[in-house]
């Protein structure tokens, strides 16, 4: 019992390890650049979101060992990765903020 866990939580940790490795740093920063639904479609969408995924990987790990001089452990490369996608959607729902508040100014002031 106890080796076929370990051998099917060892496949899921893979599985969402690459999930989360080639898609969602990349989904997060696509938010972030086109904050709004149709200026993109959604398999553009995904499509920047796995290229953008695998550059932001690149640059991140690049980023930590050469100009922080932290070793690139996964540990390591994992928390700054969570620390991207979080500025991200930081980002994301800033801009969807300004722009409702932006909107409401334009509808206020028009009438």
Do not use: H, Q
């Amino acid at each position: 019992m106890i080796p076929m866990l370990s051998e099917i939580l060892r496949i899921l940790r893979i599985v969402f390890g690459l999930i989360f490795l080639l898609f969602v740093p990349g989904y997060a920063l696509t938010l972030a650049l086109f904050p709004r639904r149709g200026e993109i479609s959604f398999v553009e969408r995904i499509g920047f979101a796995g290229v953008l995924s695998i550059v932001a990987d690149i640059l991140t790990t690049l980023f930590i060992d050469l100009v922080l001089g932290i070793p690139t452990t996964a540990i390591n490369i994992v928390i700054a990765l969570l620390c991207l996608t979080a500025l991200a959607l930081l980002i994301w729902r800033l801009e969807l903020l300004f722009m409702r508040a932006f909107e409401r100014r334009k509808f206020s002031k028009g009438s």
